[in-house]
């Protein structure tokens, strides 16, 4: 079955989704002041549209349809949760926003989260019933991240790679990613590894406070900054080993993608990572300190060849069976074709 794909913005959007044929709507709801004309601008769209079901994305666009739903007359409303917790992007906040899907709950009549440790949460709070939930994992386009030997030679000679160890991380540079953990892990990792570098992916406010770090520790030589890039299935094909040191996780599009080039990884044992990283299979989990995190890179270093490689080989493979992208997307086919012949026959 084919479904025609209208996407709304709370917000005037920065990009465009003309190239893929979808049309783009904005609300234009830059404060909670213009909460009625953007009702007002929903309703519109959904006479007009007139869809079988409306898909709201993140907290603010969840209670917006749940508000709005009375008035708009549309069939089924699904809900989707991408964090572990109704966190703002500063890690806090989360109680507030909660409370309100709590009470909004019988509004929506679906609301999917990406991972179970998210599942178990909001249940075990009441943020959302248990009947009312389902995990619905994020997927990774296995073609696009996939291992690549051709790859690899090519992209480690741009970077002036030789024999190093090179770890990779892509995160933004925000506190919740944690990476003072991780470059101070990284620098204990030398010590038994001392032909090791480390490859950080991003942007964001910590990186003056991480590039004075790296400096602080002596590793400003080990530490390479590449910014942001659109070439990270090179970047990871041309490392051994991903890292990541967050404070806390849903289900980490990083990993998914690192898992499914074939990188062993060492992360923390923080929400959903634990879906991605089967601990002593295809990498080993921490607890989110420094020192911890070092001792699960140091195992991964410290590796055979052949270990390393089966390591490689059984991360490909999982994310091939639980998060392969087609695979996920046919899930949400079913599921809205599941529901929405249950509103037509309701």
């Not at 599942?119 to 389902?134: C, D, E, H, M, P």
């Not at 004075?212 to 990871?236: C, H, M, S, T």
């Not at 998914?256 to 990498?283: F, Q």
Request: glycine share 6%.
């Amino acid at each position: 079955m084919r479904w025609d794909v209208h996407v709304i913005s709370i917000r005037p959007p920065r990009a465009t989704l003309e190239d893929a044929g979808i049309p783009l709507h904005s609300l234009e709801l830059e404060s909670v002041l213009h909460l009625p004309k953007a009702i007002l601008r929903l309703r519109r769209l959904m006479a007009e549209i007139k869809p079988d079901i409306l898909h709201s994305h993140m907290t603010h666009a969840n209670l917006l349809a749940r508000l709005a739903r009375p008035v708009l007359h549309v069939p089924v409303v699904i809900n989707t949760l991408h964090g572990l917790r109704m966190y703002n992007t500063q890690g806090e906040g989360y109680l507030l926003r909660e409370a309100a899907h709590r009470l909004t709950d019988r509004l929506a009549d679906l609301t999917t989260v990406v991972c179970s440790e998210a599942n178990s949460y909001y249940v075990s709070t009441k943020a959302v019933s248990a009947g009312r939930i389902l995990t619905v994992p994020n997927g990774v386009d296995v073609d696009r991240y996939r291992p690549d030997a051709a790859l690899r030679y090519a992209t480690r000679l741009t970077l002036d790679l030789d024999r190093e160890f090179t770890w990779i991380c892509a995160a933004r540079f925000h506190s919740v990613k944690n990476h003072p953990a991780l470059l101070r892990a990284f620098q204990a990792t030398l010590q038994n590894r001392p032909d090791s570098v480390l490859l950080l992916v991003g942007d964001g406010p910590g990186l003056a406070e991480l590039q004075a770090l790296a400096g602080e520790l002596g590793i400003q030589n080990k530490v390479r900054f590449l910014g942001r890039r659109n070439d990270l299935p090179a970047l990871l094909n041309a490392s051994d080993a991903f890292a990541l040191a967050s404070r806390f996780e849903a289900l980490s599009i990083a990993l998914l993608e690192a898992a499914s080039c074939g990188l062993p990884v060492a992360c923390t044992d923080v929400g959903g990572n634990r879906d991605i990283v089967l601990d002593g299979y295809n990498g080993f989990l921490a607890k989110p300190d420094a020192s911890d995190l070092h001792v699960a890179m140091g195992r991964i270093a410290g590796l055979s060849f052949a270990a390393r490689t089966a390591f490689a080989t059984n991360a490909r493979a999982h994310v091939q069976r639980h998060f392969e992208l087609h695979g996920v997307a046919q899930s949400w086919c079913d599921l809205y074709l599941k529901l929405a012949n249950g509103a037509a026959h309701a």
